[in-house]
């Protein structure tokens, strides 16, 4: 498994953030049972990138939480039976794993948002990237029934991890 990470910000988070990834993108491949090796690559930032990343993909100009990019087309979320008629388009041809996607993460809203819900700041950026890499498996909130599925999933994942509220 390859998890690049990049910290791009002057803003600081006194956490272990490397080893959260590190723990928790495996979890949520082993979670939703992803039978290949993967590729993600995750950036963390600070509002104002994250602001005009939003703007220029999904055209609201305001800062998120986590973006996701993923790399592979689902028919149905975490059905990867499909990648390998497409090697070339989500295979890393030197590695052989499956690219799944990218994740950007707002350094200060992990800040803000583990401070407004009153959990630590590990469990928030566990949630995020959790979260973020459902998205990389297909899944999706927006209808009432999907988001609950996703809550459910998160949960899970992160009960396995040992982050907890």
């Known amino acids: 498994m390859t998890i690049n990470i990049e910290y791009e910000t002057d803003k600081k988070l006194e956490i272990p953030y490397e080893k959260i990834i590190h ?3 495996p979890a949520a491949l082993d979670y939703e049972e ?4 993967a590729e993600v690559n995750v950036l963390l930032t ?9 703007r220029d993909y999904r055209e609201i100009d305001a800062p998120t939480d986590v973006l996701s990019f993923p790399m592979v087309d689902f ?14 388009d ?3 041809p030197e590695t052989g794993e499956l ?24 469990r928030e950026l566990a949630f995020l990237i959790a979260h973020s890499m459902l998205h990389l498996c297909g899944y999706d909130h927006m209808d009432d ?10 949960r899970e994942i992160l009960e396995r991890e040992g982050y907890h509220r």
């Not at 992803?34 to 090796?37: K, T």
């Not at 600070?46 to 602001?51: K, Q």
């Not at 690219?99 to 590990?122: N, T």
């Open 34 to 37: 992803c039978p290949y090796e």
């Open 90 to 92: 989500y295979f890393n």
């Open 145 to 154: 029934a999907e988001r609950e599925v996703m809550e459910q999933k998160q």
């Open 75 to 88: 028919e149905r979320e975490s059905d990867f039976d499909h990648v390998e008629e497409h090697v070339e």
């Open 46 to 54: 600070d509002n104002e990138a994250i602001r005009e990343i939003n």
């Open 99 to 122: 690219i799944l996607g990218d994740i950007i993460i707002s350094v200060e809203k992990v800040v803000e948002q583990a401070e407004k819900y009153g959990h630590s700041q590990e």
């Open 23 to 25: 723990d928790i993108i």
